[in-house]
């Protein structure tokens, strides 16, 4: 399947600090999803970017699509408890597939 | 109330045995999906189907197999011939396979234990 590597692996936060989390590809993107999985749970859809150098915001997460359209960022501002979990990227290939990059498990310190 | 049922939530089968998991959803959705998510790692995709008794491979179907005679159905069978089993098993499914409606919408998964 297609491959988006996502950096870090590990995000450790102290509360109310912003972090940002990257999708990186090495081929050109039709478009990007965004999952976060909360602890013990299943992936909840956040977001879908299509456009070149498309920014949409909800609330304190800010998601960004590449200029290239190869990467893609995630970026939250004013860390909270709520934001423990992990997030994915998923890209869909020419066959249909989406597939999910490793995702990063971001933990707060409160 | 619309959703992905799962079943079972937690099973556990001796090795060599052959598994069935259940997905069912009731969002009248044309493509669904099973995944395999491993301690620590991402999503990686075991099956697809796009519509009804079509389905193709992801990108790790040996020692899978799938039906899909119903619209509102895809279950999973995990065979003996599956090498490592153990793992947490996630079904969704999306409007359309394509487009602007490809958000996948999962169940909350199935966790297998082979002993």
Redesign the interface.
């Known amino acids: 399947?297609q491959q988006v590597m996502?950096i870090p692996q590990y995000q450790h936060v102290q509360e109310g600090e912003d972090f940002t989390t990257y999708c990186n590809s090495s081929t050109t993107l039709s478009?990007i999803?965004w999952?976060k999985q909360r602890p013990g749970?299943?992936?909840?859809?956040l977001i879908?970017l299509?456009k070149s150098g498309e920014v949409k915001k909800q609330k304190r997460l800010t998601f960004q699509f590449g200029e290239a359209k190869k990467n893609s960022s995630l970026h939250i501002t004013a860390t909270q408890t709520t934001d423990v979990g992990t997030y994915?990227c998923?890209v869909?290939s020419n066959?249909?597939?989406?597939?999910?990059?490793?995702?990063t498990?971001v933990t707060v310190r409160a | 109330d619309g959703g992905i049922t799962q079943s079972p939530k937690y099973l556990f089968r001796k090795e060599g045995q052959n598994v069935t998991l259940s997905c069912e959803q009731n969002l009248n959705h044309d493509?669904m999906?099973w995944?395999r998510q491993d301690p620590?790692?991402?999503?990686?995709?075991i099956y697809?189907s796009?519509i009804v008794n079509d389905f193709?491979k992801?990108?790790i179907a040996e020692g899978y197999s799938v039906s899909r005679e119903k619209k509102e159905s895809f279950p999973l069978t995990v065979t003996s011939a599956q090498k490592n089993p153990t793992a947490f098993y996630?079904c969704a499914s999306s409007i359309a396979?394509?487009g602007?409606d490809?958000?996948?919408?999962?169940?909350?998964?199935s966790r297998l234990t082979v002993l």
């Open positions: 399947g996502q478009n999803q999952y749970g299943h992936p909840v859809f879908q299509v994915f998923a869909l066959d249909y597939k989406l597939s999910f990059g490793a995702g498990t | 493509a999906y995944y620590g790692q991402g999503l990686r995709l697809y796009q193709q992801g990108d996630l396979a394509t602007p490809g958000e996948l919408f999962f169940g909350e998964g």
